[in-house]
Each structure stands twice: as C-alpha cells, then as structure tokens.
C-alpha cells in the first residue's frame, strides 16, 4: 500500500506557478526529496524544459534531466516523483503516461490537471508489468 507525497507550501507553489506560465504548453519536472518510511518528502522541484514544445505531450530534456539526477545525488536526495501537466486533459495518467513510464516504479507521479479551469495536483503509483498497465492514487499532503 501507498505512502502520502509531502509537498511544502512552498513547493507546491512552485510547481504551480512554473507550470501556470508555461500554459498552453504542457510541462513539468521532477520532485527531489527523501523517502521516510512510506512516505516520501518532496524538498525540491527542479523545472525541466520540454523537448516536445506541445500542447499534450511533455518529454524532459535529456541534458536537463541528467543534471538533476546529479544534483540528487550530490545532495543525498531522491528523485521521488516526476511532474507534468495536463492543460486541458482530465487529472488521472493518460495511456500514454502509463506507456511510457514503464519500468519507472521506484517514483511517484504529479499530474497537474487544469481540466477544471485551475491547477488540481494528483499523485499517481504506476503499476506497470509486461503486459498490464494500471496505477493508484497516492495521498498527497500539503507541509
Ligand atoms: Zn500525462
């Protein structure tokens, strides 16, 4: 069973405002952190530009991605979720995000869904094997 994401106010923000000013694009990055237990406590949000500059897609930049990884380590952090955004789609992983994030267990997923007109966060577990693609909700909890 599934821990909580604690995301400081400020964090959450953050994230918020980054992926606000990149409308009608869709974006995201990653969450740098710790895992406590189950849970896992966001301390970062690196932004990570999009190589597909698209209204429904969201591919890191490699150069970008790898960098933050480093600093992760650097830092004795975690990756603990990666974050993207749906501008006009609905808050729940797409059949593409289940797609592509197959062999991505080890973090959790921030969808930021504007879908109601604001930003909504949902943190998502993917539980992806060969040949079945499925996921839950984590809680996610404001700090
Ligand atoms: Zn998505």
Do not use: K
Request: net charge negative.
């Amino acid at each position: 069973m599934s821990g909580c994401l604690l995301v400081p106010r400020g964090v959450l923000a953050e994230i918020g405002r980054h992926v606000t000013g990149q409308l009608p694009m869709e974006s995201g990055g990653i969450l740098l952190g710790r895992t406590v237990g189950r849970d896992r406590a966001a301390l970062e949000f690196a932004a990570l530009p999009s190589v597909a500059h698209a209204c429904d897609r969201y591919q890191a930049a490699a150069g970008e991605c790898v960098a933050a990884v480093y600093r992760a380590a650097r830092t004795a952090q975690d990756i603990v979720a990666t974050v993207h955004s749906h501008p006009s789609g609905e808050g729940a992983p797409s059949a593409t995000d289940l797609l592509e994030a197959f062999g991505y267990r080890s973090c959790w997923h921030v969808i930021v869904s504007f879908a109601q007109g604001e930003a909504v966060f949902g943190v998502f577990e993917y539980h992806n094997d060969r040949t079945t693609r499925s996921y839950s909700r984590v809680s996610l909890e404001v700090v």
